[in-house]
């Protein structure tokens, strides 16, 4: 007599790669197989990314990963899986307990990792992020602002897991005025989405993005930046032909490369998929027609039916995830007798969000 176990291991055993089942069809495959008690089988006693109450992890058998709102995906026995491991204790909240690196189980039940664990995949992130991202674009140190210091890579720093992702097209930056030419490109900002405020040389200024994140979508939505994790697809800088025209002015060569976003996006996506890894976020926001016709590989007149404040399921790498397309701060808040958005972000869009956002 097979243990229910073995009973759902052989249920599944030659079933295609990638496949996704409800709870329902998980419970009603093997009970129709077996005739067991349904009660018995607990789809997610079998997943990767999920460890329950009473189960040795280490020992049982993973074949599911836990995509959300009840559904397994297929990945079989002994796959490559790299991602975090997830607990949610009975009356508390979901936390971060160990990971998987390439079929690798790194996981420790220790009061030091249960506090530590998310930060630790967090940190290992943002280093191979800063290290690595602007090779990854064909980006070397000389591409640097004005006077030589280095074009970073603005690393999330705002990393609530199990939350909301927000995603931007690419930071802004700090501008100055200098030897009287006004919003010349001299330094990063601090963060994405920041709001800090600086002297330009001629003025005080602040950073819009992020009070424009707060007012426009976070406050009406009712969701705190505390609750988020904010990143841009992109991660770099980009110049405008204005820019560059100004660094002419000043004696200084720099190349247009905000033409090229789409290339930079597309290479940007395996970091992209990389941080849904990490944050495991509920939902993802995507801002914009750009980025979303690059997460959709469609047009970007295509991309602004997508638009609508609706939730639509997206596969970033291995992984089925959830995301709202909303239009761009920018058309967002520049109102005209021309311009639709403004009014129809109001008054459609983001009603239609804060419902979609109950059903999660």
Known sequence: MKNIHEM????FKDCEIGKVYSKVEVVDQVVQKYGCNPASVIPSDYCYNRINDGINFETCIHIFEYIGRDSYKYLGENYQFTGGIFHKP??????????????????DNSAEFLATGANHMIKKYQKKCFAEYKSSLGL?????????????????????????MIVGAYPSAKFFTVEGIPDVPLYDNDSPFSSESYFDGSRVRSIPSGVELEQNYLAPLGISRSECWITDLVKVFLFKEGHV?????????IAENRSRFKEYAEKSLAWLEEEVRVANPKVVLLLGAEVTSVLFNTSEAKAKAFLDGRVRTLNL???????????????????????PWPQRFREEIIPRVIAELLNI
């Open 90 to 107: 009975k009356g508390g909240i979901e936390v971060l307990i160990g990971e998987w690196v390439n079929g690798e189980v790194k996981f």
């Open 317 to 339: 790498g291995d992984r089925e995830t959830r995301v709202i397309c909303l239009p761009h701060p920018g058309i967002v808040m520049k109102t005209s007798v021309r311009n």
């Open 245 to 253: 025209n100004r660094y002419k002015r000043l004696g200084a060569e």
């Open 8 to 11: 759902v291991t052989d249920t």
């Open 140 to 164: 070397d140190n000389t591409y640097t602002y004005l006077y030589g210091n280095p074009i970073n890579v603005l690393v999330p720093i705002e990393t609530a897991v199990n939350g909301y």
